[in-house]
């Protein structure tokens, strides 16, 4: 290694070297050897030098305590399998890293040593993991389980020897994992011993054996709720049976080695978990449960044949478990979801608040070794998602650890001066974000890694005058204003020139994973089904039309239940003879009747209007999906779309693509445009298929245009949680059936 001045010496040293600079995954400094045998056959070797060690409880390397923003990857390819080539590993690796992944757990076992590679060049933390795993034997009581089994001893011990031999010069592997769900017993503590005689560098990872740890070095745990990993933060977890052991495992990080099953639409309840987390030192981070969904890439019949992702039933088996392998961050396609864009923002690793009361604005730097220099900070001003401004921000280089405050420059004082002489009555944003400076191996220069925002002006909240218009009934129908209602059933069926179908309350969705699903209880989806809550009825009460509007009285309920939902819609009208002025307005009251011991999937109102698509554009969070739970990437703005872009390709259909807490929207058709505003929000749903053949759907091609346009306006959402393994949503986030009111209002233009 002449670059460190060993050459021509034995290279099994010792050697004492001044001046190394450490490898870790912000700084993955390598480097060059070679290596030459006594035959004269030259090996090339990439070494990288970094400790790592339990120091006080807390996981460190190179003396700086660490936190695990990771990822459990499985080997997979939707056409090639478990077999990959160097660009696929190579594709793996810069999504982690473009997404603030920091750490790889190998589940379920060592991985094609090209990965590793990869792994050193760019900069991730390696939970390198044996090939093990016999949760067969838990349904069995665990009973001849091999980790217990003497027979299975030398088994075990060649496993873990051929684990540690092959990979043991890689500086990104920082933890030895024995296996995974494999019980407990006495061959994986003489494999957890072996690896501390022949490596005591590296700690010892085990989660099968949590409830002692004797033979471990870090207290693992998986898909435990927010209140129990904060119990665990603070050593408060319940004691163990043996006080040795109970002392032993108080004494390590913590670390959730599965947590955020991210299977269909979600996870919720992500920033919860990093809350929890960042709050307390022995809580070494974790790895979201998992990388990538693993359908099998197949055709759909001859004519007209369409790629779709198989699952588990598809192939006649008779023992599978559907489409459980679908709970990656990434579609089959290594598309990113939605879940690994809401990941990538609870993670990053530079915080960004704003203060608009003070004028300032807080850069948080969470990096444990690298300072904040390697980032461009910019500002934007937006005027109702119009640009107002654009700059620079200078922030002072910024230390691991510290947070640098800076005052607002006087270009963002200009841009809002500007913004205020405008006077346009909507939001004016503020937004920094933080971007590399210069290319990096894993992203060029410009790529985004934090962001923060700051509502810095708010709409002037004098109500807009509203003059109501009488409901004449006519031949038919009945008109407020520009709107026609059917006379028996009172719904909206034409607004301007628009043909609309609705609004009626709404409380179903097309179930989630994460509904239909449950490891440690009923799923939720259980109880909905029971209360017949996928065929709720709609009964109208009444239509009344009078000098101030139209009143609509209705009753949902299911056939052969005694609990239902009394709704009160009330539409009032802005008296002008201008249609593309109109001002639609409908207040919707939800009140129980009756027992309602379930939470409810939605609470809304859905309509629907001609149209196999059509451009959507909406003042709000965005531009992907959001839900009350999983928000946290969302960022305030003007954003515009398609109807057909906006639908998510979940493998197996489900409830998706909500834009939460939208402002106000316009959806173009060819036929008009429908305004929408919310009082003073709601979130919008807008699909090309009813909510029924979304539920009936189990691949997206069962997935037809149906001619409408399916618009859903909610008040509210059943939070996602990640019940399909792991807990529901949090209290906050549960969808209790209760008097509600909210309201919208509705427009038309050519």
């Not at 933890?175 to 994986?188: F, I, K, M, Q």
């Not at 745990?221 to 603070?234: F, H, K, N, S, T």
């Not at 629907?608 to 959001?626: M, N, Q």
Request: hydrophobic fraction near 40%.
């Amino acid at each position: 290694m002449p670059e460190l001045g060993i050459s021509g010496v034995d290279p099994a040293g010792p050697h004492l070297i001044d001046g190394i600079e450490p490898w870790s995954d912000e700084q993955p400094r390598l480097y060059a050897g070679e290596l030459l045998s006594e035959t004269g056959e030259r090996i090339p070797l990439r070494i990288g030098f970094r400790t790592v060690a339990v120091v006080d409880g807390v996981l460190t390397a190179n003396g700086s305590p660490i936190s695990l923003r990771g990822v459990n990857r499985h080997e997979w390819h939707p056409l090639t399998g478990r077999t990959l080539t160097e660009d696929t590993m190579l594709t793996d690796v810069l999504l982690m890293k473009r997404h603030n992944i920091n750490a790889v757990r190998t589940s379920h076992y060592p991985p094609d040593h090209r990965f590793l590679d990869l792994c050193d060049e760019h900069g991730l933390w390696v939970f390198c993991e044996g090939d093990l795993e016999t949760h067969g034997f838990e349904p069995g009581g665990w009973r001849r389980n091999p980790s217990d089994d003497p027979a299975w001893r030398e088994a075990y011990l060649d496993r873990t020897e051929r684990l540690v031999e092959r990979d043991k010069n890689h500086p990104s592997v920082v933890v030895w994992s024995l296996g995974n769900e494999s019980g407990t017993g006495a061959n994986l503590a003489a494999s957890a011993a072996w690896i501390r005689q022949r490596d005591n560098s590296r700690p010892i990872h085990y989660e099968g054996d949590w409830a002692s740890c004797a033979y471990v070095d870090l207290y693992s745990r998986m898909y435990i709720g927010v209140d129990e990993l904060a119990a665990v933060g603070r050593g408060q977890e319940a004691p163990t049976a043996d006080p040795a052991d109970d002392a032993h495992r108080r004494a390590l990080p913590a670390v959730l080695c599965e947590y955020g099953h991210a299977m269909g639409t979600g996870p919720g309840g992500l920033s919860e978990y990093q809350q929890v987390i960042e709050a307390h030192p022995r809580l070494a981070g974790g790895f979201i449960w998992e990388w990538i969904d693993h359908g099998i890439a197949r055709l759909t019949g001859q004519e007209d044949p369409r790629t779709f992702y198989a699952y588990g039933g598809d192939f006649g088996e008779e023992v599978h478990d559907g489409n459980f392998v679908a709970d990656g961050l990434l579609f089959p396609d290594r598309t990113p979801s939605p879940g690994l864009v809401e990941y990538k923002k609870v993670i990053e690793p530079v915080r960004i608040r704003i203060d608009p009361a003070a004028r300032q604005i807080d850069v948080r730097n969470l990096h444990h070794v690298r300072d904040s220099g390697y980032l461009d900070f910019r500002w934007t001003v937006e005027d109702g998602g119009e640009p107002m401004g654009c700059g620079i921000l200078t922030v002072p280089v910024t230390a691991p650890g510290r947070t640098a405050t800076v005052a607002w420059p006087a270009d963002v004082t200009d841009a809002l001066d500007a913004a205020r002489k405008n006077d346009s009555g909507h939001e004016v944003w503020l937004t920094v974000t933080a971007v590399l400076a210069a290319d990096e191996t894993w992203a060029e220069a410009g790529h985004e890694i934090a962001w923060g925002q700051g509502l810095v002006m708010a709409p002037a909240a004098a109500p807009v005058p509203f003059t109501p218009a009488p409901a004449i009934t006519h031949d038919g129908y009945i008109a407020l204003g520009p709107a026609r209602f059917d006379t028996r059933t009172g719904m909206l069926t034409r607004l301007g020139d628009l043909e609309l179908d609705g609004p009626r309350l709404d409380i179903w969705r097309a179930p989630l994973d994460n509904d239909l699903l449950s490891a440690f209880g009923k799923p939720q989806a259980d109880a909905w089904f029971a209360a017949g809550l996928h065929r709720m009825r709609h009964d109208v009460l009444s239509v009344e039309p009078d000098v101030s509007g139209l009143t609509v009285i209705a009753r949902l309920a299911a056939a052969g239940s005694s609990s239902g939902l009394g709704v009160v819609y009330h539409w009032t009208a802005c008296d002008t003879s201008h249609a593309d002025q109109a001002r639609l307005r409908l207040e919707t009251v939800v009140t129980p009747d009756g027992p309602w011991p379930v939470p409810l999937p939605r609470l809304g109102v859905a309509m629907s209007l001609p149209g196999t698509d059509a451009d959507v554009e909406w003042f709000g969070p965005g531009p992907g999906e959001a839900y009350r739970d999983s928000r946290a990437a969302a960022r305030v703005g003007r954003h515009r779309s398609t109807v057909s872009a906006m639908q998510i390709p979940q493998v197996r259909p489900q409830e998706n693509g909500n834009r939460h807490q939208v402002r106000h929207a316009r959806i173009t058709t060819p036929d008009g445009t429908l305004l929408i505003t919310g009082d003073p929000v709601i979130d919008l749903t807008v699909r090309p298929w009813s909510t029924e053949a979304l539920t009936a759907a189990t691949h997206q091609h069962d997935l037809v245009r149906d001619g409408s346009l399916h618009l859903h306006l909610d008040h509210a959402h059943h939070g996602l949680g990640s019940a399909a393994c792991g807990p529901g949503p949090s209290a906050p986030d549960v969808l209790a059936a209760v008097t509600t009111a909210f309201g919208v209002e509705f427009g038309s233009s050519r």
